[in-house]
């Protein structure tokens, strides 16, 4: 793991935008991305670019299961606003979370992936230590799946919506596996909230306690920190 830790958030920013831009200059062609509020700042700073990205896809973490691409709470929605309506991408794909069959759309974006193997997976984390909606005991074998959202999340994630019964209890997410796949993976973590599960992922053991611990055996991992996020190293 190569950790790097920077004053502001702002700062730490633009060290991930600076690595995305070489990576896109160096001919990445599949980039995951993550949602939540952690990445905003960097895809306000890549749709500012007007880099030419027709040939690069895009493939998302997660999405919540029940909520149209339509709706604003949606990651489909949050994405096409974000980046995806300013940027000539090749293909974005998100899961989508009113697929008929679930299972069924689990599988076929698991085959999205393996047609698109990511070349560079930004990450943010839940302050339980989760990645993508792979909640703490999740296997590390896992693959996209459906995850049930534990009330911690619930609760982190109910500041999108107007009350914490609109928060779905369900998401579409790309397993732990699916995740560590990438050949390289760009983690950005800022805030105290985020402190414990940090020293957890970094100086913690490998466990599914703490999912986004499993990086600590990737070959190729950055993580991205502010120093309220490092205050707990
Ligand atoms: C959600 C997403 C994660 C994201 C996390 C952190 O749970 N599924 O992919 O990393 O939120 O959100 P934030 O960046 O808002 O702290």
Redesign the pocket.
């Known amino acids: 793991m190569n950790v790097l830790i920077f004053e502001s958030p702002e700062e730490a920013t633009q060290a991930a935008f600076e690595i995305v831009m070489k990576r896109l200059e160096s001919g990445l062609r599949t980039i995951g991305l ?5 990445p905003l700042k960097l895809y306000e700073k890549l749709r500012n670019t007007n880099t030419d990205v027709s040939h690069v896809t895009t493939v998302n ?2 999405e919540y299961v029940g909520l149209e691409p339509t709706d604003p709470q949606s990651y489909n929605y949050y994405m096409n606003e974000e980046l995806f309506k300013y940027m000539n991408f090749a293909a974005t794909y998100v899961p989508n979370g009113v697929a008929e069959d679930p299972e069924q759309e689990c599988e076929r974006y698991e085959g999205i992936l393996k047609k698109h193997p990511v070349d560079l997976q930004i ?4 302050p339980n230590g ?1 990645i ?2 792979n909640e703490p005991g999740t296997s590390f074998d896992s693959v996209t799946h459906i995850a049930e959202l534990t009330p911690s ?1 619930r609760e982190a ?1 109910k500041r999108f919506f107007e009350k914490e019964e609109d928060v779905p209890t369900k998401a579409i997410t790309m397993g732990i596996s699916s995740i560590m796949s990438a050949k390289e993976v760009l983690m950005l973590a800022f805030g105290e909230g985020k402190a414990e599960a940090v020293r957890s992922m970094i100086e913690g053991a490998v466990t599914v306690d703490c999912p986004a611990s499993v990086l600590q055996k990737h070959s190729n991992a950055i993580i991205i920190l502010d120093t309220e996020a490092a205050s707990k190293l």
């Open positions: 993550a949602t939540g509020s952690t973490l997660d990450l943010g984390m839940g989760h993508g909606f999340t994630n």
